[in-house]
């Protein structure tokens, strides 16, 4: 079954920077556009970035954009996030995403807390 599997959340100061990994299984990850999303407590899950499945095609929400850099590995099926620059706006859980065959799969997710 499809299998999504972030890692790498962290407290990490403003300013400071971290990678977040999602670890894909149970589907043909390469051929496949993935995305990362977030959720700040009490607030909605919000788009953060998109590649498409050979990464011709980046896509960022504004608010990340110049700061974040999303990237994928198809050999070893895993989806990156490398974040710099980080506010405390940006804290939230980070879940990883895909839409396989009309259906929407989502990882369990992974905090990241920015705080001094």
């Known amino acids: 079954q499809v299998k999504l599997v972030e890692s790498g959340g962290a407290l990490v100061q403003p300013g400071g920077s971290l990678r977040l990994s999602c670890a894909a299984s149970g589907f043909a990850f390469s051929i496949y556009t993935m995305s990362w999303y977030r959720q700040a407590p009490g607030k909605e899950r919000e788009f953060v970035a998109s590649?498409?499945?050979?990464?011709?095609?980046?896509n960022y929400a504004d608010s990340v954009r110049g700061r974040f850099t999303i990237s994928r590995d198809n050999a070893k099926n895993t989806l990156f996030l490398e974040m710099s620059s980080l506010k405390p706006e940006d804290t939230a859980v980070y879940y990883c995403?895909?839409?396989?065959?009309?259906?929407?799969?989502w990882g369990q997710g992974t905090q990241v807390t920015v705080s001094s």
């Open positions: 995403y895909a839409r396989i065959t009309m259906s929407d799969y």
């Open positions: 590649v498409s499945s050979r990464s011709y095609s980046r």
